[in-house]
């Protein structure tokens, strides 16, 4: 499997994203400036994987500090400036959180080792949760299914085996998908250059459209399921997710598809009643005026960049958990998956 984040003794790689399919390099992350870079930046990217890279942020963070009286007081600030490298998927910020009230109490001298076992342990979960997804989601799909999908939910996205792309991997195993239609997802490309990669690294069957060809697609019949993944989900199953899904998820419902959003729990956030609560991060213009360098509008045009948007619970189909599927009314469902989960996104491990 790719490995979007590997560690040595002292450093952090991290696959640099912005490069593939065409090279494979590593950026070799020392401090919580390269880390914070490299999240902004997008060389790592995905709601799961920007938590665990940031968790390994604190770690860098830790290991430049020595121990002292404002040891906690730095690493805290440096922790806020990890926390808000990138605002929608909250995943980084529970993450974070979630490490910070458990290294509450340890030894300055011991943190270090701490921050580090903890961000590994992460990893392993995240990559559980997401083979718990897979099995999840895989019956809800009928036999040689031809789904479409946005943007990049696998491997790269998630340190395992993908949330959206996991039940797609698995569902193909089961014989349950016949294709994939492949949503290129402009302006960065994510599905042309990494979900395109992957699939046909695993060998199924990946076509690649443009992101304004699925209406006609789904009109004519050829599109029997969405699946996508998420970056924030809110108790009422309001869902960010990147640009583009909002209308997929309008063209599923108009056509009768079956739209379903894939996610682990370490994705809901119960505190936010609803979608328009989420903070959605806005881009630089020079994304959608050129890429890589090579323009694509004239130069200086005004741009409009949102990194993500908001699809209403209503129009969800499932989402699947790794806890279980939950159906509307996302109030009651989310909340009872969420119910006895020891990493809820909840106001007291969130702030603690
Ligand atoms: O801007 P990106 O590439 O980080 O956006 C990623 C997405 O929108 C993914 O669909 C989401 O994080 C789910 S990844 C399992």
Redesign the pocket.
Known sequence: MIEPIRVTSDAVEILD?RQLPERRTYLSCTGPDDIIHAIQT?AV??????GVAGVYGLWLASRKLTPRDKFWDELAAEKERIKSA?P??V?LAWAIDRVWAQAQGIRQADVARFLKKAAETLAEEERQRNVRIAANGAPLLLPQSRVLT?????SL??VGV????GVIREGFGQGRIGSVWVDE?RP?L?GSR?TAWELMQDRIPATLITDNMAASLMAQKRVDAVI????RICANGDT????G?YGLAVLAYYHGIPFYV???LS?VDLDLAHGSAIPI?E?GADEVRSFRGVPVAPSGVYVYNP??DVTPGHLITAIITDRGVARRPYELSLAALMENEPNTNREGERHA
């Not at 996508?228 to 970056?231: I, L, M, S």
Request: glycine share 10%.
């Open positions: 994203q997008l990217r995905g709601a799961p994987a920007i990138r929608t998927a995943n946005h943007c990049n939910t696998g996205a998630t993908g949330t959206a792309l997802t960065l994510q990494l996508v993944g998420a970056d960010a997710n990147k640009i899904t894939a996610a682990p994705t991060e881009r990194a993500f």
